[in-house]
């Protein structure tokens, strides 16, 4: 688990993405995935 613990650091670091803000990150993600699935029951209920 070390192992992969530490290629992933060495991914983010290479990609500029400090440990830190990872929560904003994710936060960012949800949001967007939120907004994705909320366009589709969008579409859905337009289709009925």
Not at 2 to 24: H, S, T
């Amino acid at each position: 688990m070390a192992l992969l613990q530490a290629e992933f650091d060495i991914v983010n670091k290479k990609l500029g993405i400090r440990k830190e803000d990872l929560p904003k990150y994710e936060a960012d993600l949800e949001l967007k995935i939120a907004k994705a699935e909320l366009q589709e029951i969008k579409k859905d209920a337009g289709r009925i």
